[in-house]
């Protein structure tokens, strides 16, 4: 049954809101303990924060998302101390802070997350250490202009900006410029690795561009478990719908797939995508019902989405990574075809 696709994690999530809404408020003032005890010992003790201080005297940075980690590491390499909370395979609609997030959190010195509500649940502790310490949401430094309100969102926009390499851009350059105000004694270093960065972001963009335009216009639809290419359709002309909406939170509807199937299969499109910190039961039941009406379509692997691949493959990194979802698009919907992973570096 398509109503039975949302995991049982999220269920349970429903039915705990309250609990978690309370959880939320135990947490934060066990963080404003934490800051406001941190600010009186920091001067003259050797204990809790300033211990860390003394061992490792780099800027202390929490990054949300992998794609926002990786930005910093591009820009401050080893001269920041740098914490990623959400790993491969995490999904950041739904992922909660844990205490080691919560103490890494009290410890910071700057604090860069999405925003654009991608990280829903711990939003709310970001949004108060911000009177506190240095915490950014990156990707709200978009022009309001620029970003998708889909209806089905009731006005909330869409978060997952990174897709449309050049409005990943912009946030590259935010990062940067919130890691300089921290740490101005590195600025120099840091503007130097954020140039050589967005000249790679530049190429990417171009190498996108030429690889989209090599499907047949009839062909570019891209049907995926959440619909995370929102932005990525607009910049590179390609017709995107999300099995599951905007964000994981929501249940495919039935209506909603009966409606892909049609385009599907009217269509001929060999492939849908399923994503890597999505579960792939809602994009199997489309395939499922395209063989139904006589359409052999298949999965045509797993993109990356919210998250990046694991350490140590090709798409640990956010070059890396949109090469791998490019490539991995291109060959099944041109050819039908699964792309073969490249070999780890
Ligand atoms: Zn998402």
């Not at 930005?71 to 001269?79: N, R, T």
């Not at 140590?312 to 699964?338: C, H, P, Q, W």
């Amino acid at each position: 049954m398509l109503t039975s696709s949302l995991p049982d994690h999220l269920k349970s999530s429903f039915s705990n809101m309250e609990r978690v809404m309370v959880s939320i408020k135990i947490v934060f003032s066990f963080i404003l303990l934490l800051s406001v005890s941190a600010f009186f010992t920091s001067c003259a003790s050797e204990t809790g924060g300033a211990e860390y201080k003394t061992a490792d005297n780099r800027l202390k940075v929490v990054a949300t998302t992998s794609m926002i980690a990786d930005a910093v590491l591009e820009i401050a390499g080893d001269s920041v101390s740098l914490y990623s909370m959400m790993g491969p395979g995490v999904d950041p609609h739904l992922y909660k802070a844990t205490k080691s997030d919560i103490d890494k959190i009290s410890e910071a010195e700057l604090i860069l997350y999405n925003g654009l509500n991608l990280e829903a649940k711990v939003t709310d502790i970001f949004a108060r250490m911000s009177s506190i310490k240095q915490t950014a949401a990156v990707a709200e430094t978009i022009a309001d202009s620029l970003l998708r309100y889909p209806s089905a969102f009731k006005g909330h926009p869409d978060p997952h900006v990174w897709f449309d390499v050049s409005m990943w851009r912009t946030v590259v350059n935010e990062i940067a410029a919130e890691l300089c105000l921290a740490d101005p004694k590195n600025e120099e270093y840091y503007k130097k690795n954020l140039n050589d960065y967005l000249d790679s972001l530049d190429v990417l963009n171009l190498w996108v561009k030429e690889q989209i335009e090599s499907i047949a216009d009839d062909q570019r639809v891209m049907v995926t478990a959440h619909d995370a290419f929102g932005y990525f359709g607009l910049a590179y002309d390609m017709e995107v719908l999300g099995v599951q909406g905007i964000s994981t939170v929501t249940e495919a509807g039935l209506y909603d797939i009966t409606k892909m199937i049609d385009l599907l299969t009217e269509r001929k499109i060999k492939a849908v995508f399923a994503e890597s910190s999505v579960s792939p039961k809602a994009i199997e039941s489309v395939v499922e019902g395209c063989q139904a009406r006589g359409h052999n379509i298949r999965i045509g692997g797993t993109l990356f989405s919210d998250a990046m691949g694991t350490k140590g493959t090709s798409e640990d990194n956010f070059l890396g990574m949109v090469r791998y979802n490019i490539n991995t698009i291109v060959n099944a919907l041109k050819y039908g075809k699964e792309y073969e992973r490249a070999s780890s570096h």
